[in-house]
């Protein structure tokens, strides 16, 4: 089955820097990404998602690129807030099943 | 949008209780919904796949006989923890695919479940 490795489990970032979540994956089928934001003991909010036929995406401060050769894709927050403080995990999808990394606790630091 | 109704949302109950916990689809029909479990600070992990008409598919090392799934229509799938033990809490959630059977998932709101 589908394995996807995330990383870093957790990072801290001055408000209004750059954060940088990277996750790889191991099913070369699995042809949809989605990134997803969680508060404590709420459900995953998805903020930005990208198909296998698409190298970047961007919508304002998030965007997301996929690397399909080497499995990689990534996730960046720019000009980061403190209300973007959250778990972040991203997953990838093969036959409607999704497979999630094990989460980035990103802090904000005002 | 879409929307995926789940209740309860918490649950409180002594040690080999039954809980069961809905997951409905309010505005489309969801032939397929999937169930997950996720541990205080880890992952969301699948448990299985439901199938409206037909018999759930379990992820390996889930129990079909300890997490009941029925999906009797097209807008509800209900889990029923039997004989649930301390071991059991954990937040569980659903998710349906969209009204046209594709990404992006919608979740339900979670049910925090607490076995004393």
């Known amino acids: 089955g589908e394995n996807v490795e995330q990383h870093p489990s957790t990072l801290s970032v001055q408000e209004g820097d750059s954060a940088v979540i990277k996750c790889t994956y191991s099913d070369s089928a699995s042809n949809y990404f989605p990134w997803y934001k969680q508060e404590l003991g709420k459900r995953p909010q998805l903020i930005i998602d990208?198909?296998?036929?698409?190298g970047e995406k961007k919508d304002q401060r998030i965007a997301v690129t996929l690397n399909k050769t080497a499995k990689h894709f990534s996730l960046h927050i720019t000009e980061t807030q403190p209300e973007d403080s959250a778990v972040y995990f991203c997953a990838a999808n093969h036959n409607e099943k999704l497979t999630f990394g094990t989460g980035t606790r990103l802090t904000i630091i005002p | 949008g879409a929307v995926v109704s789940q209740h309860p949302s918490w649950v409180i109950c002594k040690s080999g209780t039954s809980v069961k916990i809905e997951c409905r689809s309010l505005d489309f029909q969801a032939t397929t919904m999937f169930w997950y479990r996720q541990f205080p600070k880890q992952s969301l992990m699948l448990m299985a796949t439901?199938?409206?008409?037909?018999?759930?598919?379990?992820e390996q090392g889930v129990e079909k006989d300890k997490f009941l799934i029925n999906h009797a229509s097209l807008t509800l799938s209900t889990l029923t923890v039997t004989s649930a033990h301390p071991e059991d809490s954990s937040f569980y959630i659903c998710s349906a695919p969209g009204s046209l059977g594709n990404q992006p998932q919608h979740f339900g709101d979670g049910t925090r479940l607490s076995i004393l």
């Open positions: 439901s199938n409206e008409g037909s018999k759930a598919t379990y």
């Open positions: 990208i198909r296998s036929n698409v």
